[in-house]
């Protein structure tokens, strides 16, 4: 069947890696689902990917794609939950053995993936495969950062650490959904305007001094922005972090984060309930996931080559 994997890890030219192609057809074991993808979106995972990070050598090749949308057998449409654990620690998230698709199961950049049958859920009518496709990584993610994690109530003011990425495309609409008030760090004029756009109240220069402390901080950038979102946000109030883009050794100021009694709290994608309370969020609210760039999957190396070069509007969707 048609796929986009990745050949073999390829820490320093990770698209050197990346192949369009053919991969064999899975066999379907029980209690699992084969998924006729229809669109799937690009994540900086598949990039980590590439580049060999959070998956074993052994693994590859590896189809690439976290997350997606598409038809079962019997026609029924569906959104991709892309953890697969165990349910009984509660939250499929904490289960020490859980695997995200792509980490041991093939991913979903093919005509077909294969998930436990739990993965799947009922793709909203009001959602087209492109939009639900964004659902299951960077929207999930956004979502439990918020509503699980955060603390925040509306009226409260949040801080989002860049403007254009996935994650941070998908907190503004929602913290702006919740009541948020949604302040956003751009790295460009641009990427600030698109921001404003998708319901920020203010955006700034990554870095620029704040107005005020923040209730929270919400962190994907990692160690470019991390000395900024330590000093944005207000005593006792919290920073969530569920990434490290620009790289993971920040200084972790120590010293302020006890005299201001900072909470940092980090967060991991989201379990099957999270998934289904975010896609019935949006239909209530009428939030649609913006989508910055749409490939045909055959020309998945574009996406990939925007990601790379942070040359982000929002989700980057493939369809098939
Ligand atoms: N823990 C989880 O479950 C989970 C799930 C999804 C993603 N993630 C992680 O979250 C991160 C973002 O993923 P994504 O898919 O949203 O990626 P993305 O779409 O490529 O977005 C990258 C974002 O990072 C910002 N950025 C990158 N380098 C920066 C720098 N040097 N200074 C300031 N801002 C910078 C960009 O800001 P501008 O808009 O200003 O360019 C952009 O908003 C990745 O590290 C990913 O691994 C984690």
């Given at each position: 069947?048609?796929?986009?994997?990745?050949?073999?890890?390829?820490?320093?030219?990770?698209?050197?890696?990346?192949?369009?192609?053919?991969?064999?057809?899975?066999?379907?074991?029980?209690?699992?689902?084969?998924?006729?993808?229809?669109?799937?979106?690009?994540?900086?995972?598949?990039?980590?990917?590439?580049?060999?990070?959070?998956?074993?050598?052994?693994?590859?090749?590896?189809?690439?794609?976290?997350?997606?949308?598409?038809?079962?057998?019997?026609?029924?449409?569906?959104?991709?939950?892309?953890?697969?654990?165990?349910?009984?620690?509660?939250?499929?998230?904490?289960?020490?053995?859980?695997?995200?698709?792509?980490?041991?199961?093939?991913?979903?950049?093919?005509?077909?993936?294969?998930?436990?049958?739990?993965?799947?859920?009922?793709?909203?009518?009001?959602?087209?495969?492109a939009e639900a496709?964004?659902?299951?990584?960077?929207?999930?993610?956004?979502?439990?950062?918020?509503?699980?994690?955060?603390?925040?109530?509306?009226?409260?003011?949040?801080?989002?650490?860049?403007?254009?990425?996935?994650?941070?495309?998908?907190?503004?609409?929602?913290?702006?959904?919740?009541?948020?008030?949604?302040?956003?760090?751009?790295?460009?004029?641009?990427?600030?305007?698109l921001a404003m756009?998708?319901?920020?109240?203010?955006?700034?220069?990554?870095?620029?001094?704040?107005?005020?402390?923040?209730?929270?901080?919400?962190?994907?950038?990692?160690?470019?922005?991390?000395?900024?979102?330590?000093?944005?946000?207000?005593?006792?109030?919290?920073?969530?972090?569920?990434?490290?883009t620009s790289g993971?050794?920040?200084?972790?100021?120590?010293?302020?984060?006890?005299?201001?009694?900072?909470?940092?709290?980090?967060?991991?994608?989201?379990?099957?309930?999270?998934?289904?309370?975010?896609?019935?969020?949006?239909?209530?609210?009428?939030?649609?996931?913006?989508?910055?760039?749409?490939?045909?999957?055959?020309?998945?190396?574009?996406?990939?080559?925007?990601?790379?070069?942070?040359?982000?509007?929002?989700?980057?969707?493939?369809?098939?």
């Amino acid at each position: 069947m048609f796929a986009v994997y990745a050949a073999e890890p390829n820490p320093d030219n990770p698209l050197d890696a990346l192949r369009v192609g053919e991969r064999p057809e899975p066999d379907v074991p029980d209690g699992w689902v084969a998924v006729s993808v229809r669109a799937a979106s690009l994540n900086m995972h598949d990039l980590w990917t590439l580049r060999g990070v959070g998956i074993k050598a052994e693994q590859f090749p590896m189809i690439l794609g976290c997350d997606g949308a598409g038809v079962l057998a019997d026609g029924t449409e569906v959104v991709l939950h892309g953890v697969i654990g165990d349910p009984s620690f509660g939250d499929e998230t904490l289960d020490p053995k859980r695997t995200l698709l792509t980490e041991k199961h093939q991913g979903t950049f093919a005509d077909t993936v294969i998930v436990p049958e739990g993965n799947v859920l009922p793709k909203p009518a009001g959602l087209s495969f492109a939009e639900a496709a964004c659902m299951g990584t960077a929207w999930l993610t956004a979502f439990r950062m918020l509503f699980s994690r955060s603390e925040m109530r509306p009226g409260q003011t949040m801080l989002v650490q860049g403007a254009s990425g996935g994650v941070s495309t998908a907190l503004i609409a929602l913290g702006k959904a919740a009541g948020m008030r949604v302040w956003v760090t751009g790295r460009s004029e641009e990427k600030r305007a698109l921001a404003m756009s998708l319901g920020a109240d203010e955006t700034f220069e990554s870095g620029e001094r704040l107005p005020k402390r923040v209730d929270a901080v919400f962190e994907t950038v990692g160690k470019a922005t991390w000395g900024h979102s330590m000093r944005s946000v207000k005593p006792g109030g919290t920073i969530v972090v569920s990434g490290s883009t620009s790289g993971p050794d920040a200084n972790a100021d120590l010293q302020r984060l006890f005299f201001n009694q900072i909470r940092v709290i980090g967060s991991m994608m989201g379990n099957h309930r999270e998934l289904a309370d975010l896609l019935a969020f949006c239909e209530l609210k009428g939030i649609r996931p913006h989508i910055g760039a749409e490939h045909a999957m055959t020309d998945a190396d574009k996406g990939f080559e925007q990601m790379l070069a942070g040359d982000t509007a929002g989700k980057i969707v493939f369809t098939l």
